[in-house]
Structures are given as structure tokens and as C-alpha cells.
């Protein structure tokens, strides 16, 4: 088991394909399955299209559509606001989307698709350090 840390500059989504597949070429099972977790409440984990960044651009810009800042009077209706007008949006797209991730591993390589990768999806706007822990069962 390991944790990685990702560092986020704001709302959007990270990749970290290459990290997770450099750690899977140092483990000793070269099969099995890949979780992936994080030890975040306001962020979420997603498999998604890592070759063109459209793809990301309009996925962060559909959520902020979908559940945008309490700034909006369309969230009037939210009472945790303490931590600024991103938190609570935060947590709702967290809610709505994977904190973990299964992936199987065959020959020491993560099974994904030609175009998957692996992301951090940021959903608060300040910089982060946000930690996935990994585990490789076989």
C-alpha cells in the first residue's frame, strides 16, 4: 500500500496515470486489482479521456454549471457556507461522483483503455495537497 499526494492549483482535474503505473512497476504481484481512494470530502477520483483536454475543460466547466459557488442565488438554500462558496459545491460534486476506484492490473499494467487515464477531480478553488491511497490486492 502507498498514498499519493497531488497537488492541486484550483478546481479541475489532475492526472496521475503515470505515478499510479511507476508504483505498479515496483510491486512484486504483477496481477490483481487496483484500488484507488481518497482521504478527501471535496474532491472525487475519475477513469476519463486523457487525450484531448477539451474533455477535462468541459467536464469542469459542466459541474460548475450543475452545482455552482453559493454566490449563486439558485443555492440560496445552503447553510454550510463557512468555508467560502466553493465548499459546499464542493462537497455535493463529491457526493456525486467516485471517492474510490477499482482498476485491474494484469502483467504489472494498469487494464485501462487507450484513452483512459487516471484523475484527481478538484472541486474547491485554493491549491491542495490531497493524498490516494492505493492497494494492490492479489
Not at 450543475?66 to 447553510?79: F, K, N, Q, W
Not at 461522483?97 to 485491474?104: D, Q, Y
Amino acid at each position: 500500500m502507498t498514498t499519493f499526494t497531488i497537488a492541486t492549483q484550483g478546481q479541475g482535474l489532475y492526472e496521475f496515470t503515470r505515478d499510479v503505473q511507476g508504483w505498479l512497476a515496483k510491486q512484486p504481484a504483477k496481477d490483481g486489482l487496483l484500488t484507488l481512494f481518497v482521504r478527501h470530502t471535496s474532491c472525487s477520483l475519475l477513469i476519463q479521456e486523457n487525450a484531448d483536454p477539451e474533455v477535462q475543460t468541459d467536464l469542469r466547466n459542466f459541474f460548475a454549471r450543475l452545482v455552482p459557488p453559493t454566490t449563486d442565488p439558485a443555492m440560496s438554500y445552503l447553510t454550510h457556507i463557512y468555508e467560502g462558496p466553493d465548499d459546499m459545491p464542493a462537497h455535493i460534486k463529491a457526493a456525486m461522483m467516485p471517492v474510490s476506484l477499482g482498476i485491474p492490473v494484469q502483467q504489472g499494467q494498469l487494464a485501462l483503455g487507450t484513452w483512459q487515464g487516471l484523475y484527481l477531480f478538484e472541486h474547491r478553488d485554493h491549491p491542495h495537497q490531497r493524498q490516494v491511497v492505493a492497494h494492490l490486492s492479489h
